[in-house]
């Protein structure tokens, strides 16, 4: 039994907690990061869906898409109603803004997409494609540019 001075904790026990809590925070570290981007790559899909639906509906009820903006978090007119200004203007969950472009291919067809640019990052993106689409960044529905992220319409 300690009395006196000697009470308290010794540099050797101090060290074994120390360590150990050394050794969660090594397990632990990790399984954060993942759940992270999971709940990120979750995010990003659910707004791909909604934003999807929503210019799906606006074409249906207008008989066509709306003009573009090519403005980062500028909605296109006509489609307060059926957008949240909210999602729209905010960061996305993969980190850019969201615009709304047309392309007119080497073929001559035009093409509307959501674009998403500016600080995206690559690995919620890919794993979005992945989920969503074919995981190539080249082709398909969702495609990686130079420039911009885009979520075509008609593919």
């Not at 803004?97 to 047309?102: D, G, L, N, T």
Request: proline content about 4%.
């Amino acid at each position: 039994m300690r009395t006196g001075k000697d009470t308290g904790f010794t540099l050797v026990e101090m060290m074994i907690v120390v360590a150990i809590i050394g050794l969660l925070a090594v397990l632990a570290i990790p399984s954060f990061a993942k759940a992270r981007l999971d709940s990120r790559v979750s995010a990003q899909m659910n707004d791909l869906r909604i934003l999807e639906d929503a210019f799906q509906q606006y074409a249906f009820n207008n008989g066509g898409f709306p003009d573009p903006t090519w403005v980062p978090k500028v909605l296109p007119v006509g489609m307060e109603t059926y957008i949240s200004t909210k999602i729209w203007s905010q960061t996305s969950p993969s980190g850019g803004v969201y615009a709304w472009k047309r392309n007119v291919d080497a073929a001559g067809v035009t093409h509307y997409y959501i674009s998403v640019s500016g600080g995206v990052d690559q690995r919620v993106w890919d794993a979005v494609d992945t989920k969503l689409d074919d995981g190539q960044s080249g082709s398909g529905k969702l495609q990686s540019g130079a420039l911009d992220h885009a979520c075509f319409m008609d593919q």
